[in-house]
Nanobody
């Protein structure tokens, strides 16, 4: 089991940057894939990006590719989402999640989320 806690959200002007951090505690393992999600008001939660806990392969949805970068630090046990060139449509609650790839489909552990608001 792992516990996740996001930080770094806030209010930023369009074109600005924010750096979200996810502190991971508990039994970290190569069996986890880490993801960042967001949920805007009235919309479904969507996955933005993911990275393996022990691998460097990453993936991104088209709307954030080239603007957002996911990374992880296995020593500090953190997963970071660097967000650049932010747009008002990026406004949402952002969540960090962990997928135990041996348990089955879907992410198994979630943080409480951090609010990101981008003003125009």
């Amino acid at each position: 089991q792992v516990q996740l806690a996001e930080s770094g959200g806030g209010l930023v002007q369009a074109g600005g940057s924010l750096r979200l951090s996810c502190a991971v505690s508990g039994r970290t393992s190569c069996r986890y894939r880490m993801g960042w999600f967001r949920q805007a008001p009235g919309k479904e939660r969507e996955v933005l990006s993911s990275i393996g806990w022990c691998t460097s392969n990453t993936d991104y949805i088209a709307s954030v590719k080239g603007r957002f970068t996911i990374s992880r630090d296995n020593v500090k046990n953190t997963v970071v989402l660097q967000m650049n060139s932010l747009k008002p449509e990026d406004t949402a609650v952002y969540f960090c999640a962990a997928d135990d790839v041996f348990v089955g489909p879907g992410y198994d552990y979630w943080g409480q989320g951090t609010q990101v608001t981008v003003s125009s």
